[in-house]
């Protein structure tokens, strides 16, 4: 289950890169305070390192907790539940995050 929703991370994210980078060829803005600081100070080779970046640390949050359940520490269980519920979270916010991009795109 875990590899599933850490897939799915990377390719949301995947999409969010596409989607961002097609709409600033045509002359759009980005609109998240962070990602468009990123992109003005790297550009987009530094927006998809940090995107990959944080599908790599998530993924890692994963397996560790998971490897931590598995040698039965205390409180393992609940780390890895509510870090999957994370990945979870984010994996669903930015997919509603990409579809409101590729609209936004269909009006440039």
Do not use: C
């Amino acid at each position: 289950m875990s590899l599933i929703w850490i897939g799915l991370l990377g390719a949301i994210q995947s999409t969010d890169i596409i989607t961002t980078a097609i709409g600033r060829a045509r002359g759009a803005v980005e609109a998240m305070p962070v990602s468009a600081a990123v992109i003005d100070e790297g550009g987009m080779m530094l927006f998809v390192f940090v995107k990959l970046a944080l599908v790599l640390a998530g993924a890692a949050a994963v397996f560790l907790t998971l490897r931590w359940v598995r040698t039965d520490r205390p409180g393992a269980v609940g780390l890895y539940v509510f870090t999957l519920a994370a990945i979870r979270g984010s994996t669903v916010a930015l997919a509603l995050v990409s579809l409101h991009n590729a609209f936004l795109l269909k009006s440039l």
